[in-house]
């Protein structure tokens, strides 16, 4: 997993609780991602990092908010959490990879809100 | 504008007979594509990259990619299954760099 830790990896919650998801790396990579994954959709874009304080929306990005204090974490919160947002959640770094960059993934934050 | 559409959310294939998950990518400029595998309860890893250079992509595991520009696809091949095949696969699409759009997936089942 390259040095990218999630947690927790799995929650269970109720509806319109505050959850908070952590990303750590350990490898100093500028580009972070947060995307969830759900039958049928694949994987979808939440928001991404290029650096500290430095975030933008992905496809997916409303009732989601992150911050970015430094290069190594990169947290996912859930104001108000509703069952819509049941889900695997997966961060990712870019990286250089023979020329090109490429998406490493942590192992995933399997969250239940009910 | 970047998006993937992957034909076949469920495919099976009998052990020792070819595996084809098809890609077909948009992308308003010359893209980066990239198959990924997901093992049940895994995160995704990296089975191979198309970056402009050759476009019949080796990969791990004995898979393939071809780069089609006419047909604006990327279609993932193997010769021949295993059973440690079955999987899922996601193909995904970058035109910058560094943001990456994926498919909604392709779920490998591979009969003894």
């Known amino acids: 997993d390259a040095g990218i830790t999630q947690s927790p990896r799995h929650k269970v919650t109720e509806t319109g609780t505050p959850v908070t998801l952590r990303c750590h790396q350990t490898?100093?990579?500028?580009?972070m991602y947060w995307y969830r994954q759900d039958p049928g959709h694949g994987l979808r874009l939440i928001h991404y990092?290029?650096?500290?304080?430095?975030?933008d929306k992905g496809e997916v990005s409303d009732g989601y908010s992150v911050s970015r204090s430094k290069t190594e974490d990169f947290l996912l919160t859930l104001e108000s959490a509703t069952s819509s947002q049941t889900s695997v959640y997966f961060c990712?770094?870019?990286?250089?990879?023979?020329?090109?960059?490429?998406?490493?993934f942590g192992a995933g934050s399997r969250l239940t809100v009910l | 504008a970047q998006s993937v559409t992957q034909l076949g959310s469920h495919v099976s294939v009998s052990e020792g007979a070819l595996v084809l998950l098809r890609c077909n990518y948009s992308?308003?400029?010359?893209?980066?594509l990239f198959w990924y595998v997901q093992y049940p309860n895994q995160g995704l890893q990296l089975l191979l990259k198309?970056?402009?250079?050759?476009?019949l992509v080796k990969g791990i595991n004995g898979f393939e990619a071809e780069f089609k520009k006419s047909e604006t696809s990327f279609h993932l091949t193997k010769p021949s299954a295993h059973m440690s095949d079955a999987a899922e696969y996601f193909c995904?699409?970058?035109?910058?760099?560094?943001?990456?759009?994926f498919g909604t997936g392709t779920s490998l089942t591979v009969i003894p």
């Open positions: 198309y970056t402009s250079a050759a476009t």
């Open positions: 990092s290029y650096g500290v304080k430095d975030t």
């Open positions: 490898e100093n990579h500028r580009y």
């Open positions: 990712a770094i870019s990286r250089d990879f023979s020329g090109a960059n490429v998406l490493t």
């Open positions: 995904a699409v970058s035109a910058t760099g560094n943001q990456f759009y």
């Open positions: 992308s308003s400029v010359p893209p980066y």
